[in-house]
């Protein structure tokens, strides 16, 4: 499968807790992209990756929540200190910038479900 | 927030009938995205736009980037049970994150 991958599926931690996800893109896919999706919404934008550079945070992002693509290629997403208003599907896209000819397409990971207790 | 208005929020349908949904902006856009979600599972592209006035197809979907450039719609004709899902919208001004409308739920029935 050369698709996004994302681990754990799903994950229920008590309030006060860390919880860490990952991300794995597409191999040569140099965008990665956070975002979290709660029912009955569309995707909310948290975060962007370009190569390892972080180029945008949403400002809606908690200093609770930092993200990290360390050389590249996979990338973690942290919260610390987990809140029962973090329960929410997080979603991880890919895409290749500057294809020629081709124009940005984001694909999408399965998600990790995260239930806060 | 969401800047993206999509409508309707759900439909139900039965088999064989046609379904049009679309999605309006306070914003131009230059992309317009088309995904489908099933439960438990990340979006899954189905139509890329990319030109005021565009129309582009993928089997029995059809999209339309709105010549306003805030605006598409997104078509499916013959509908069948595997349709069922949520779609949604999404839009890019010029390169980065995209923003997306809050769904059309398709229910079909056969």
């Known amino acids: 499968d050369t698709g996004v991958s994302q681990n754990p599926r799903h994950k229920i931690t008590k309030r006060g807790q860390n919880v860490t996800f990952r991300c794995d893109p597409i191999?040569?896919?140099?965008?990665l992209y956070w975002y979290r999706q709660t029912l009955g919404q569309g995707p909310e934008f948290l975060t962007y990756f370009q190569n390892e550079a972080q180029l945008e945070k949403s400002r809606l992002l908690s200093d609770r929540f930092s993200a990290e693509r360390p050389k590249g290629s996979f990338s973690t997403l942290e919260i610390q200190r987990t809140e029962q208003g973090d329960s929410a599907m997080y979603l991880c896209a890919s895409s290749l910038k500057d294809s020629p000819g081709e124009p940005e397409k984001l694909f999408f990971g399965s998600g990790t479900q995260l239930s806060v207790l | 927030g969401q800047q993206l208005n999509q409508s309707p929020q759900s439909m139900f349908i039965q088999e064989g009938e046609d379904v049009s949904m679309n999605c309006t902006s306070s914003s131009i856009f230059n992309t317009w995205l088309w995904y489908k979600q099933d439960p438990g599972e990340g979006p899954v592209l189905l139509i890329a736009l990319y030109k005021a006035g565009e129309l582009t197809s993928n089997g029995r979907l059809t999209a339309q980037f709105g010549i306003t450039r805030k605006d598409s719609f997104l078509n499916i004709s013959a509908s069948i049970p595997s349709d069922v899902g949520i779609y949604f919208c999404?839009?890019?001004?010029?390169?980065?994150?995209?923003?997306f409308g809050a769904g059309t739920q398709v229910v079909v029935t056969p």
């Open positions: 191999s040569e896919h140099n965008r």
């Open positions: 999404a839009g890019r001004y010029s390169w980065g994150k995209l923003q």
